[in-house]
């Protein structure tokens, strides 16, 4: 139980961490280190439950979310090679006191749920929302289009860590193909990004405005 | 699949216009066929209406088709008749024969015009406009009911684009388009309504219906919207004027004779026959007879000062709808206060003039149709003396005129004498002191109307066929073709026939009012029973009185003899003072000078003092300029008053202008920008974690 703690708490820490960093390489790192603490969680209970589907799940999270999503931005932000910094919309203090407004937040709505067979602390679900809630934020705040991509791959763990608080993880078919999901997007945005930095000489998003009533 | 054979014979009609209109689709040679299948049809449909009227006890074996498409009842295909829809199918036919025939001859200018092709289309059009009226009113359930209605509103907007090069004809459709969606979207709720508290979608078993009493009355306001929109009633009119009179004129004749008629069915049908009589809160009749005072005044006064002909004729039919409408709402006034009876007479004058309008206004459509075959244009300021050139069309358009002004020997008087008794009835029974004024202004709101009435068709009349020819077009007019003339003239027979001999049509919808107020008219009744009056003498007049009564043969009579008294009179003395024998053909004294066309009164002219009298209600614009010569001697001036439509200046703009820029407001929130777009998700997700807890 103190592991599982100690590995939330370090999702927490590099959630709102990765609201600070200003530089999207260190951000690409902090995702992949968030992503292999959540590997780590998938194995503790895999071993708590003993279920052989969530070492799988536990092994593609690492591979996926840990290494691959992260090299694929690693390898879009060479291709681009230009502002390696990250752009807000608001300050860095500012969005560091919203993290720390929506922690409240998920602590609160989630104190009240009554939730049966749940056996870990309230404290781990009301991790997995905020995450959640600050991935949104990132991609609300964040004017790159890679960062964007990083708030996604947040939400998606926090996501996934509810689901495994919860019901020990989802069905693997499900898992499976959310991970494929997730990569797909991943890319895309890569993708993306790059077409951007080709056409506008830069990533921002507001250039993208033209689609409105 | 179980029929009777009357309602085996209307879908056997409606079968032949859709066969018909195909063959004249696929073939254009064969427009012949589609011609006479198409009267054909009529005819049947209307033969079988009349022998289920004759023959009511035929419907006690619930007669159904149903063509189940589907596991689902919700689509199957179900007819039905009952006396109320028999009643609405004679008119149907009877009026979709003569304008068939009618129409016959009036395409053939159209054949010149722009081709077979488009011949044949409008030909395939009608038709399937009439299969579609006809399925309204024998439609059994809420599926057949508005699908017949939706298409019968797409069919007749098709008919209206017929000549759809024309900007403002497309302008007059897309209003139509718009208006009879609208009210569909308040026919189809309300329908839904009852059928949630039916427990099914068939019509007879919304008769049984258990509903309380504030859900009917939502129903009624939506039912009293969504059929008053394709009634015409104002302030839901504003396409009746524009999308009427650009139809081709037999099309013109059907919507303003029979199609708006179908709406009147649709209202009664949900009033009476599902409601019920039992028990009507006062305040119902009240909004429909309230409905219909403006539908009926604004109507006519609007009429009164429109140019073209058609364009007045769709006033005048608003006009006709909000009398309809209005005894509607007294005989449901009069039933919410016990009494049947009354109530009874009162819906029977609704029926009565509901036929009467469809047949006189028909005749009057056609007529101005001919008008305008004949003279290329309905411009009344350019038409006069016609009469010389088309006696005919100039009779039968008297005829319709003097029918719509309800002049006693012909149909218009019998239904406005009879509503006009029913309000009186509601004006002395005995209720609270509310109930009399709203007696009194009703009665007011009928008398002012029918003296407009008289004067928007003296006008018209007068002004198309009287006095001298205003323009060319009048000089080059010649009469119409024959089966445009018969299909007229078999019009102004009907309506002197019903109006000199109503008993007859009285007789025929004995069952009609017996299954919508459940009294008995033979009988139950003094006052209002058939039975006991002598054919060939009266309609009674419903309070034992001697001096409301109605003899139409005596007036005949007398009118004869008077006739004949005054031709002798003239005959014996009128050539005596210039010598017997002595007559002399010439100009009208003139004073030395030559009568010119441009010194007779013009329709504007004419009409002008009522537009004075309530210039406060019309707010014309007026501007005099001097387009040649100077502003001391000017030699040609330029006269423009325009009057304003007021529903569209004091409802419809007003709306519009509201929705656009609420519309602009809620534009902001999408402003392109990504971020926003998820700050929106974000706060979402926020509020259904805090609904949540």
Known sequence: MVSLQVLSVGLMLTTISLLYWKRIVTAIRILALQSFFLGFIAIWMAARTGTSDLYVIAALTILVKGLGIPWVLNYTLKKIDIHRETEKLIGRELSLLAGGALLVVAYVTTSKLKISGMDVPHGVLAISIAMLLIGLLMMMTHKKAIMQGIGLVVMENGLFLAALLLTYGMPFLVDIGVFLDIFVAVILISMLTYRMDRVFQSTNTDHLRRLRG | ?693
């Open chain 2, 1 to 693: 699949m179980f029929a009777s054979g009357a309602l085996g014979v209307d879908v056997l009609c409606m079968a032949v216009f859709l066969l018909a209109s195909l063959v004249a689709l696929c073939w254009q040679k064969a427009v012949w066929v589609g011609h006479s299948a198409g009267m054909l049809a009529s005819a049947g449909l209307a033969v079988a209406g009349l022998f289920g009227l004759l023959q009511p006890q035929l419907h006690k074996t619930q007669a159904q088709l149903m063509v189940r498409s589907s596991i689902h009842s919700f689509t199957s295909i179900v007819y039905r008749t009952n006396p109320l829809s028999d009643f609405f199918l004679l008119l149907i036919g009877s009026v979709g024969l003569l304008v068939s025939l009618y129409g016959v001859g009036y395409v053939r200018e159209y054949r010149q015009e722009k081709g077979a092709v488009s011949v044949s289309l409008l030909l395939a059009g009608v038709l399937a406009f009439l299969a579609s009226m006809a399925s309204v009113v024998l439609a059994g359930d809420v599926f057949t009911f508005l699908v017949s209605w939706e298409s019968m509103s797409i069919l007749s907007f098709f008919l209206v684009m017929y000549e759809h090069e024309r900007s403002e004809i497309q302008r007059a459709g897309f209003i139509y388009v718009v208006m009879t969606h609208l009210g569909t979207v308040f026919l189809t709720v309300g329908f839904f309504v009852m059928a949630h508290y039916a427990h099914s979608y068939q019509f007879s078993e919304f008769s049984k219906l258990d509903m309380p009493t504030t859900a009917k009355s939502l129903v009624l306001l939506m039912m009293l919207v969504g059929f008053g929109t394709k009634a015409g009633l104002i302030p839901f009119h504003i396409w009746l004027p524009r999308a009427h009179p650009v139809a081709p004129s037999h099309v013109s004749a059907l919507m303003s004779g029979v199609m708006i008629k179908t709406a009147l069915y649709g209202f009664l049908m949900v009033v009476f026959l599902f409601f019920g009589v039992g028990q009507i809160p006062l305040w119902w009749g009240m909004v429909v007879a309230a409905i219909g005072v403006p539908s009926a005044v604004l109507g006519i006064l609007y009429a009164l000062l429109q140019h073209e002909q058609k364009r007045m004729l769709a006033y005048s039919s608003i006009e006709n709808m909000g009398l309809l409408f209005m005894g509607v709402g007294v005989s449901m006034l009069l039933f919410s206060l016990h009494q049947p009876d009354f109530a009874a007479f009162a819906l029977l004058a609704v029926l009565v003039h509901s036929l009467n309008h469809a047949l006189f206004k028909s005749l009057s459509f056609l007529s101005a149709g001919s008008v305008l075959a004949s003279t290329h244009t309905q411009n009344l300021n350019l038409l006069g003396g016609l009469m010389r050139k088309m006696p005919w069309t100039a009779v039968f358009a008297l005829i319709a005129a003097l029918s719509i002004s309800s002049m006693p020997p012909l149909n218009g008087f019998v239904g406005e004498w009879m509503l006009f008794q029913s309000f009186v009835m509601l004006a002395i029974i005995r209720a609270s002191l509310w109930v009399h004024i709203v007696a009194i202004l009703l009665l007011f709101a009928l008398t002012g109307t029918g003296a407009l009435v008289a004067m928007a068709f003296v006008r018209s009349f007068g002004m198309t066929f009287l006095g001298m020819p205003r323009s060319e077009a009048v000089t080059n007019a010649k009469e119409v073709s024959w089966t445009m003339r018969i299909g007229m003239g078999a019009l102004a027979l009907a309506c002197v026939l019903l109006g000199v001999y109503p008993f007859w049509l009285l007789r025929l919808l004995e069952p009609s009012i017996r299954l919508l107020t459940l009294v008995d008219p033979v009988g139950v009744s003094p006052s209002i029973g058939m039975n006991n009056i002598s054919w060939l003498t009266m309609i009674p007049a419903p309070i034992h009185s001697t001096i409301g009564n109605f003899e139409p043969l005596s007036i005949v009579l007398a009118l004869l003899v008077m006739a004949l008294l005054s031709l002798w009179l003239f005959r014996r003395y009128g050539n005596r003072a210039s010598g017997k024998k002595a007559r002399t053909v010439g100009p009208v004294w003139s004073g030395g000078m030559t009568v010119d066309g441009r010194m007779a009164y013009t329709a504007s002219g004419y009409s002008k003092p009522v537009r004075i009298a309530f210039q406060q209600l019309f707010r014309t614009s007026r501007q005099l300029s001097v387009t040649e010569g100077d502003e001391h001697f000017p030699k040609r001036l330029l006269y423009v008053h325009r009057i304003p439509p007021f529903a569209e200046t004091y409802l419809y703009r007003p709306l519009v202008s509201a929705l656009l820029v609420a519309a602009n407001v809620i534009r902001k929130v999408q402003n392109g920008q990504v971020q926003s777009y998820m700050a929106y998700l974000f706060l979402t997700l926020l509020f259904v974690l805090f609904l949540v807890r």
